[in-house]
């Protein structure tokens, strides 16, 4: 199936690692030229670097703390057009509310939660229209609510939200506002917190496959799927899809 994304300009935030690397990977292999923005310059260069050595299309990259307005207006500048923006970027601590501090939620939110909303706003002048879109990347824990996660649940149950009244909005211009909630994801960062835990619990760091047996299909999902679900969704093929939000979770 043709995405008809050749050529397209495509801005990930957080797509140094983990599922926006494989956003930036989907994309690539699609034959569109990339944005990556990260904190981490050698996070950035590692990516492209991996990234150049399967694909020929051109790779930008921008060094910003999106958690910041400088950040924000740093990427902002640095851009003149964008087909299709994908936020990305940002994890939220686990823990109940009395485990996490106010300066903890807020230091989360100003990158996961007011770091979307901010790069948007910042953004949208110079999205493509009409056919421009938005991907937000948020999580699943915003439709289940978690108090153990309440942070998380309650910056993606925002985002969910922003998601769909900001779709309302961009449709006049032609623009299409959508999310992805993932569940558990098999990233690099994943494995390693249940390596840590297995180590915990079993003293076998080994052992980290078991702490995850019980999820749907006996398994997390590949950041691929994610990727793959995130250029189908921005794609022409999904051209009368916005305002919705897509739950990848193994039906968790």
Not at 19 to 32: H, S, V
Not at 35 to 49: I, K, N
Request: glycine share 10%.
């Amino acid at each position: 199936m043709d995405l008809e994304l050749q050529g397209k300009r495509i801005l990930i935030t957080g797509g140094s690692k983990g599922i926006g690397l494989a956003i930036a990977d989907a994309f690539a292999r699609e034959g569109a030229s990339l944005v990556l923005v990260s904190r981490s310059e050698a996070d950035l260069q590692a990516a492209q670097t991996r990234l150049s050595s399967s694909h020929t299309v051109r790779i930008e990259t921008i060094s910003a703390d999106l958690a910041t307005s400088a950040g924000i207006e740093a990427v902002s500048g640095a851009v003149s057009q964008v087909d299709i923006l994908v936020n990305n970027a940002g994890a939220i601590p686990p823990g109940s509310l009395t485990d996490i501090s106010a300066e903890q939620w807020r230091k989360a939110w100003d990158l996961k939660v007011n770091g979307y909303i901010d790069l948007t706003r910042s953004l949208y002048p110079k999205v493509t229209k009409p056919g421009g879109v938005v991907i937000n990347i948020i999580g699943s824990a915003g439709e289940n609510p978690n108090k153990d996660y309440i942070c998380g649940s309650t910056g993606n149950a925002a985002l969910m939200m922003f998601t769909k009244a900001f779709a309302r909005h961009a449709r006049s211009d032609g623009v299409r506002v959508l999310g992805i909630n993932p569940g558990p994801v098999l990233t690099d960062r994943f494995r390693m917190l249940l390596q840590a835990e297995a180590e915990r619990r079993f003293s076998d760091a080994g052992r980290w496959l078991d702490l995850i047996r019980d999820l749907p299909f006996g398994r997390a999902a590949e950041p691929r799927e994610i990727a793959d679900a995130a250029a189908f969704l921005a794609s022409v093929r999904s051209g009368y899809t916005s305002g919705s939000i897509v739950t990848i979770d193994g039906g968790l």
